[in-house]
């Protein structure tokens, strides 16, 4: 070896230790001491591995290159550069870096070089393809004769190719998620310097798509994200529009739907007062029915709007004391009390986030529940208590009543369902429908656990207060 060839060694060996030292990635740092080191018979010696001065600038010029590429951002043009470097630096004629897709059936180019420029990017299918090879190895080369091996492809053929080299990109995880392909229309005079250099830039290559598929699912994600706040948006308005609608309708069924039923009712009753006298049994048992059939359409109208304007209007929720409210709701059912002689235990009860006018209606329709569905012959004993979860608080109001068959556990809550006849138990069906929709409008859960002839008790949950900082 010359003077100038020792001197350009040596400078490739600097060069070479400048990128290790920037270069954390082990796998660069592997490849390039293979294609330095050589161990000849002095351990710890470097020793080119061919002496072509040639050989020695491609080596260098991908030093350079690695160099320059770790200290510059990647951004959109990196694959483009890089496709110009590998044409000029291994004098080859085709270049293409791809994205591998459809669970690794085919392929999409970022950058396509060839004859000096560039040509759109394109997707195709890596069967009776080298770049197929390339998925199934680390990497592939064909030093001449490619397009006799590969007649189905239709790049090789109009290129004429002899040889071609590809390497697969890998993730950081160890998956193939791209490749790059270099063809020539002459054979390839150093194969395993080819392989060497193009897996090299393979490294930086990977870790540059692989941000670049990380930030295209980032924009994706970010994509998807504006949409659903959109969406959402778009429901919260038509949501208000129909609390609105739903709101008024409300307001009208109170007054124009009740209105006829009470001029029935008034009605009916006059004519039993003034006709009386005049009616046989039979007429007097019609009248009946018919008083009957008012005051159950009453009763479900007014059930009807009790459950609509749970969901409809916006109160406000704030700290509420559950003593005062269940103390309310025994107030409001006193008489109910007084006559079933029902015995009511309340227990240590805590503050909650809600509205304390929805919370007297749920306890108020468990409460009434509880004296109603009593055992006969027997007063009914109910139980109201809570225990501290964290962040919420779970009730319980026990009863010793009749109890519920567990089948029918998520059937009570339903609207309009009824477990038992109107003459065993008077009703609507709405009371439970209520309370679950009174618990869920306040981000709780409501269940029930009994036994049939032993009782049963209600359980759901609210909210504690946010805490307070002074």
Not at 36 to 51: F, K, M, Q, S, W
Not at 143 to 162: C, I, N, P, T, Y
Not at 223 to 240: D, H, M, P, V, Y
Not at 365 to 374: E, S, V
Request: overall charge negative; hydrophobic content about 40%.
């Amino acid at each position: 070896m010359n003077n100038e060839q020792t001197e350009r060694y040596r400078l490739l060996r600097q060069r070479a230790g400048e990128i290790l030292a920037k270069q954390p990635d082990p796998e660069i740092q592997g490849l390039i001491r293979e294609l330095l080191e050589a161990r000849n018979g002095v351990p710890g010696d470097l020793v080119p591995v061919r002496t072509d001065s040639t050989e020695c600038q491609r080596m260098e010029d991908v030093l350079l290159f690695l160099a320059q590429s770790i200290n510059t951002p990647g951004g959109e043009n990196f694959f483009y550069r890089l496709a110009r470097f590998l044409a000029t630096c291994l004098d080859m004629d085709f270049i293409c870096i791809d994205i591998l897709e459809e669970g690794h059936l085919s392929a999409r180019t970022l950058a396509v070089y060839c004859d000096g420029k560039f040509e759109d990017n394109i997707s195709y299918t890596l069967q009776d393809t080298p770049c197929g090879e390339v998925v199934e190895k680390k990497v592939c080369c064909y030093r001449e004769g490619v397009r006799h091996k590969f007649m189905k492809d239709l790049v090789l053929q109009d290129l004429m190719a002899e040889s071609y080299v590809g390497t697969i990109l890998w993730s950081s995880e160890g998956a193939p998620i791209g490749l790059i392909a270099i063809i020539g229309r002459k054979p390839l005079a150093n194969p395993w310097l080819a392989e060497r250099l193009l897996q090299i830039v393979g490294v930086r290559a990977a870790a540059e798509l692989e941000r670049g598929i990380y930030l295209e699912s980032l924009q994706v994600s970010e994509t998807r994200l504006k949409q659903a706040e959109e969406t959402l948006q778009k429901l919260n308005e038509e949501l208000s529009r129909s609390n609105r609608d739903l709101e008024q309708f409300a307001s009208v069924a109170s007054h124009d739907l009740q209105e006829p039923l009470r001029m029935v009712a008034s009605y009916t009753e006059l004519l039993s007062r003034r006709y009386g006298g005049q009616l046989d049994e039979q007429a007097h048992s019609f009248i009946r029915y018919a008083l009957d059939g008012t005051v159950r359409m009453q009763l479900l109208i007014e059930g009807l709007l009790a459950y609509s304007r749970v969901g409809t209007k916006g109160r406000p929720t704030r700290p509420t004391d559950t003593r005062a409210v269940v103390a309310e709701a025994l107030n409001n059912l006193q008489a109910t009390i007084v006559e079933s002689g029902a015995v009511i235990t309340v227990r240590n009860l805590p503050t909650v986030q809600a509205t304390a006018s929805l919370l007297i209606q749920l306890f108020q329709n468990l409460i009434g529940n509880a004296i109603k569905f009593r055992r006969p012959g027997e007063a009914p004993r109910i139980d109201i208590s809570a225990k501290n979860l964290g962040e919420e608080w779970r009730f319980f109001v026990q009863d010793n009543g009749i109890g519920i068959n567990p089948q029918h556990a998520d059937k009570v809550f339903d609207l309009f369902q009824r477990l038992h006849t109107r003459e065993e138990y008077p009703g609507t069906g709405i009371g439970l429908a209520v309370c679950k929709r009174i618990v869920e409008r306040h981000g709780g859960r409501i269940r029930v656990e009994s036994t049939p002839g032993q009782g049963t008790t209600f359980l759901f949950t609210l909210a504690a207060p946010p805490p307070t900082h002074s």
